[in-house]
């Protein structure tokens, strides 16, 4: 079972404590004046007075006894019923003021775990920047803050490697590339020469495909446009013309189940996703009569749903979530493709996540994989601007 949260507990503490403390005094109460009163009987039996301010004539010690004995009674039950009611109002106070005190002692906490939530999703730019005196909560946000701003110029620092590197590499992929069709569309080109310039020209499509992927991956979320109208329909339309031509060379039948998904997004990131997914349901399918399913509607959760599913190679379900870890691959005929590099799926990924969606594999029963991703659906009323926009 679930703990009790913290301001319940809180509260709970504050009420208890406060009732013990209430019995306490309700006890001391009743041992200091319900022993006392035969004594002021006692003075009163002294010195009687009637109405007249005469004297009175004396009484027995037997009614001052049983007056005594009824007298304190009285006051005993009085002060226990009466001492019973005002615990009673007082835990309903005391509880009441403990939950409203335990909420505003938590409300820091609240805030940086609510900061900590935000920036677990990637969203390292943002800062607690708690506003209050100093003590050990504003020490907390203050470290926190600092933890994330060495860990923010980190990862800057690792996006700005990895995008000038591939940028730099760029310019001789280019150079091969056009070296590599020269050679293989030469009119007077032997055939070795053919064959090896068809060779290079697929090796290096295959880097500038890997080049594309890093920069993908190295990309700032902060910096990602998400104010285009985007159809995921539209973009897997788009993905299957594209394959088609491969689809067919390696035997795969592409089918399709598309209906409508309009969103708000990075159309060039998005595009990436549908076709990386397509592609890699293409390159790790089975060599005969293979098959790749896409469909893409709106779920019962109102977010838009794209899905690829094709056969493939029997996989753990254990090792499914390795697939989305960059430069991982779990068969030995995805090690020896020559145009896999293990980072379709990681760019997938990281692109869902940036636009707030959710992405998971699972393995089919007769082999191969099912990919599904649900993004945030467009609202009806805000055809024209992004949300928050």
Same mark, same amino acid.
């Given at each position: 079972?679930?703990?009790?949260?913290? #301001?319940?507990?809180?509260?709970?503490? @504050?009420?208890?404590?406060?009732?013990?403390?209430?019995?306490? =005094?309700?006890?001391?109460? @009743?041992?200091?004046?319900v022993?006392?009163?035969?004594?002021?009987?006692?003075?009163a039996?002294?010195?009687?007075?009637?109405?007249?301010?005469?004297?009175?004539?004396?009484?027995?010690?037997?009614?001052?006894?049983?007056?005594? @004995?009824?007298?304190?009674?009285?006051?005993?039950?009085?002060i226990?019923?009466?001492?019973?009611?005002?615990?009673?109002?007082?835990?309903?106070?005391?509880?009441?003021?403990?939950?409203?005190?335990?909420?505003? +002692?938590?409300?820091?906490?609240?805030?940086?775990?609510?900061?900590?939530?935000?920036?677990?999703?990637?969203?390292?730019?943002?800062?607690? !920047?708690?506003?209050?005196?100093?003590?050990?909560?504003?020490?907390? !946000?203050?470290?926190f803050?600092?933890? +994330?701003?060495?860990?923010?110029?980190?990862?800057?620092?690792?996006?700005?490697?990895?995008?000038?590197?591939?940028?730099?590499?760029?310019?001789? =992929?280019?150079?091969?590339?056009?070296?590599?069709?020269?050679?293989?569309? !030469?009119?007077?080109a032997?055939?070795?020469?053919?064959?090896?310039?068809?060779?290079? %020209?697929?090796?290096?499509?295959? #880097?500038?495909?890997?080049?594309?992927?890093? =920069?993908?991956?190295?990309?700032?979320?902060?910096?990602?446009?998400?104010? *285009?109208h985007?159809? %995921? *329909?539209?973009?897997? +339309?788009?993905?299957?013309?594209?394959?088609?031509?491969?689809?067919?060379?390696?035997?795969?039948?592409?089918?399709?189940?598309?209906?409508?998904a309009?969103?708000?997004?990075?159309?060039?990131?998005?595009?990436?996703?549908?076709?990386?997914?397509?592609?890699?349901?293409?390159? @790790?399918?089975?060599?005969?009569?293979?098959? $790749?399913?896409?469909? +893409?509607?709106?779920?019962?959760?109102?977010?838009?749903?794209?899905?690829?599913?094709n056969?493939?190679?029997?996989?753990?379900?254990?090792?499914?979530?390795?697939?989305?870890?960059?430069?991982?691959?779990?068969?030995?005929?995805?090690?020896?493709?020559?145009?896999?590099?293990?980072?379709?799926?990681?760019?997938?990924? $990281?692109?869902? #996540?940036?636009?707030?969606?959710?992405?998971?594999?699972?393995?089919?029963?007769?082999?191969?994989?099912?990919?599904?991703?649900? =993004?945030?659906?467009?609202?009806?009323?805000?055809?024209?601007?992004?949300?928050?926009?």
């Amino acid at each position: 079972m679930r703990r009790p949260s913290m #301001q319940l507990r809180l509260a709970s503490w @504050y009420t208890a404590l406060t009732m013990l403390t209430g019995l306490i =005094l309700l006890v001391l109460i @009743y041992l200091l004046v319900v022993p006392s009163m035969p004594s002021f009987l006692a003075v009163a039996r002294a010195a009687p007075f009637n109405a007249a301010n005469t004297v009175a004539a004396p009484r027995s010690s037997t009614s001052v006894a049983v007056s005594s @004995y009824n007298l304190r009674g009285r006051v005993g039950t009085s002060i226990i019923t009466l001492g019973s009611l005002a615990l009673l109002t007082l835990a309903v106070l005391s509880a009441c003021m403990g939950w409203l005190l335990a909420g505003r +002692v938590l409300d820091p906490v609240r805030a940086v775990t609510a900061t900590a939530r935000r920036i677990a999703e990637r969203n390292l730019h943002e800062r607690i !920047a708690l506003r209050r005196p100093a003590d050990e909560l504003k020490e907390l !946000a203050d470290t926190f803050d600092a933890m +994330v701003g060495r860990l923010e110029r980190s990862f800057d620092g690792q996006r700005r490697f990895v995008a000038n590197a591939s940028h730099e590499l760029r310019t001789p =992929l280019a150079t091969a590339r056009a070296v590599a069709e020269v050679a293989a569309t !030469a009119p007077n080109a032997s055939p070795d020469a053919r064959r090896l310039g068809t060779r290079l %020209l697929t090796i290096a499509v295959a #880097q500038e495909r890997l080049l594309d992927s890093l =920069l993908a991956l190295a990309h700032d979320e902060s910096t990602i446009d998400r104010t *285009a109208h985007v159809d %995921l *329909a539209g973009l897997a +339309v788009e993905a299957v013309a594209a394959h088609l031509q491969s689809a067919q060379a390696a035997g795969v039948e592409l089918c399709t189940e598309l209906v409508a998904a309009p969103l708000f997004g990075d159309s060039a990131l998005l595009t990436r996703v549908v076709h990386n997914l397509v592609d890699n349901a293409i390159r @790790y399918n089975r060599a005969e009569g293979g098959w $790749v399913r896409i469909r +893409v509607g709106v779920g019962e959760d109102g977010r838009a749903r794209l899905s690829v599913v094709n056969p493939g190679s029997m996989i753990d379900p254990a090792d499914v979530s390795a697939l989305f870890e960059p430069f991982r691959r779990l068969h030995h005929d995805r090690t020896d493709h020559p145009r896999g590099s293990g980072l379709g799926l990681s760019v997938v990924r $990281v692109v869902v #996540q940036a636009h707030h969606g959710t992405v998971h594999a699972e393995p089919r029963a007769g082999g191969g994989l099912a990919v599904h991703v649900a =993004l945030p659906l467009c609202p009806e009323d805000a055809d024209d601007e992004p949300p928050g926009s």
